[in-house]
């Protein structure tokens, strides 16, 4: 079985960067992809980004709200996905989760939390100066 631990984050002036890390543990044979989801205070959980475990011809997706800010990625040797976020604005604040869809049936990329199975405890990500 799979678990996922976030860690990174903090306090972020707006324009800052910050990355985000989620340690993959267990077995990984049946782990299609992870994701990234956030929750603002008042507000519902919402996709950010995904990225697919194995090599894909289409390896990430992301939302339009952080396309061309954010950057998702993964070091399969690190049991490691990242998530680069650049030129961050107050909006961004929220805690930030990471998710692991295993189905190793499946095909592209996923935006809905319960598409995925497995999630960590979340990680705060504060934007403000």
């Known amino acids: 079985q799979v678990g996922v631990v976030e860690s990174g984050g903090g306090l972020v002036q707006p324009g800052g960067s910050t990355r985000l890390s989620c340690v993959v543990s267990?077995?990984?044979?049946?782990?299609?992809?992870a994701g990234w989801f956030r929750q603002a205070p008042g507000k519902e959980r919402e996709f950010v980004a995904s990225?697919?475990?194995?090599?894909?011809?289409?390896?990430?997706y992301y939302s339009n709200f952080v396309k061309g800010r954010f950057t998702v990625s993964r070091d399969a040797a690190k049991r490691t996905v990242y998530l680069q976020m650049n030129s961050l604005r107050p909006e961004d604040t929220a805690v930030y989760y990471c998710?692991?869809?295993?189905?190793?049936?499946?095909?592209?990329?996923?935006?809905?939390?319960?598409?995925?199975?497995?999630w960590g405890q979340g990680t705060q990500v504060t934007v403000s100066s």
């Open positions: 990225v697919t475990w194995a090599d894909s011809h289409i390896p990430t």
């Open positions: 998710a692991a869809r295993n189905d190793g049936y499946s095909i592209g990329h996923y935006t809905t939390e319960s598409a995925y199975d497995t």
């Open positions: 267990g077995r990984t044979d049946t782990l299609y992809s």
